[in-house]
């Protein structure tokens, strides 16, 4: 398996790379997200209000062009021109991230108890388990093993992985943050490309990577539902 770490602009350093080599995208761009000192229960967050543009700047999506299947995180404002984007694939789906503990904010807001995933592919086929198709996510927040605001659960992007691709193929990460898409494919036997601009996270992905441990073997096997799930989805038809 290959591991390749770049530190950089990756609006400037994707054009060096072969896109045809590269399997599926799993990324985290930066949000369009707003926050301030009213409004919520916690709403003078400083992560949220002082970010500087790092994590809730938004970003030209219009990289995700070049790839042929890709999953892409997002906030409810760049929702409606990703999927405009996952529209000109053969074909697509939204992934939502429900969180059962999501911060309790008040004052006529819903609760920011989800986040959106958009999977655009025109190549190869959705892999992984049965279970790993269902179209949303139940994970809590903030257990996270870095300081990095925006840290993604292990768990999901084992199952992002697990559908995009297969054992020995490529995943590319532009907006590679503390690592956690590295790991996954590490541990699911991927070669894995990440791109992080702040050296600091950088550093952080790049020892957790390491340390990641491979797989003893390297198999998906896909899940066949049981006789019971089927009755149970025909009966909901």
Not at 16 to 37: E, F, K, N, Q
Not at 120 to 149: I, N, R, V
Not at 151 to 180: A, C, Y
Request: glycine share 8%.
């Amino acid at each position: 398996m290959d591991y390749r770490l770049l530190q950089g602009d990756c609006i400037e350093i994707m054009p060096t790379l072969a896109a045809g080599s590269i399997d599926a995208v799993i990324t985290d761009p930066p949000y369009i997200v707003t926050a301030g000192p009213g409004g919520g229960a916690f709403g003078n967050r400083s992560h949220l209000v002082n970010t500087g543009g790092f994590t809730d700047g938004g970003v030209d999506h219009s990289f995700l062009n070049h790839f042929n299947n890709w999953f892409c995180f997002c906030s409810k404002r760049q929702l409606s021109s990703l999927i405009e984007l996952a529209e000109m694939c053969d074909h697509w789906n939204l992934i939502t991230w429900a969180k059962p503990n999501p911060v309790p904010t008040c004052n006529n807001k819903y609760l920011p108890d989800v986040e959106y995933i958009v999977h655009g592919f025109s190549a190869g086929h959705l892999h992984g388990t049965y279970q790993d198709k269902q179209s949303f996510f139940l994970e809590k927040c903030g257990e996270k093993s870095t300081d990095h605001p925006n840290e993604k659960p292990l768990s999901l992007m084992l199952k992002l992985v697990r559908l995009s691709t297969l054992p020995g193929q490529t995943v590319l990460d532009p907006f590679m943050g503390s690592g956690t898409t590295g790991v996954a494919c590490k541990m699911l036997g991927r070669n894995f490309i990440g791109i992080e601009l702040d050296a600091k996270y950088y550093r952080i992905a790049e020892r957790r990577i390491a340390n990641a441990q491979p797989p003893l073997f390297v198999a998906d096997v896909p899940t066949v539902p049981t006789a019971e799930q089927v009755m149970m989805f025909e009966a909901a038809d």
